[in-house]
């Protein structure tokens, strides 16, 4: 990551790069107290990366979640600084982008990047939405971008 290459974080990978101190924030138990497991819409915020190249800012997507402890939290300074650095990359939305509670996620925040957009970590899981047999194929533009 320190030399350019890039770096996904799904679901628990996103919890570990947050450990690790590669992602701001930290990822907390639902704030319902449950494993949530389901299609959700996502509102793409930032596309100006490698991950979200293909897609379009505001665009939403379908994508399964399936996570008990996918509460992002980051606290107040943090969060100013990633929303002014671009790095707040999707929130969980309704299916016209308009945020929406899922998990507890500070301002429905679904995933980020770091400052220099080349580590990437999100919740929900584009891997399981390749194909329209499993509900969407919303997946396969996200991670196109890591084809070059």
């Given amino acids: 990551a320190n030399d350019g290459g890039k770096v996904l974080g799904i679901c628990n990978g996103f919890q570990i790069l947050t450990e690790a101190g590669l992602l701001p924030g930290a990822l907390k138990r ?25 897609c379009d800012k505001g665009e939403v997507l379908n994508i399964p979640i399936a996570h ?6 980051i606290d107040d300074e943090g969060f100013k600084k990633i929303e002014a650095n671009g790095q707040i990359l999707l929130r ?15 301002t429905s925040i679904a995933g980020v990047c770091n400052e220099a ?20 194929e919303d997946g396969i533009r996200m991670l196109q971008g890591f084809e070059a």
């Avoid at 969980?92 to 509670?101: H, I, L, R």
């Fill in 30 to 54: 639902n704030n319902n107290l449950h494993f949530i497991s389901k299609h959700q819409n996502l509102c793409v915020i930032n596309n100006d990366n490698a991950f979200l190249n293909k």
């Fill in 68 to 73: 008990a402890d996918g509460n992002y939290y």
């Fill in 117 to 136: 957009k080349n580590v990437f970590g999100l919740m929900p899981h584009p891997e399981r939405a390749l194909e329209a047999i499993l509900g969407s």
């Fill in 92 to 106: 969980y939305s309704d299916d016209q982008g308009a945020p929406v509670v899922v998990n507890g996620s500070v």
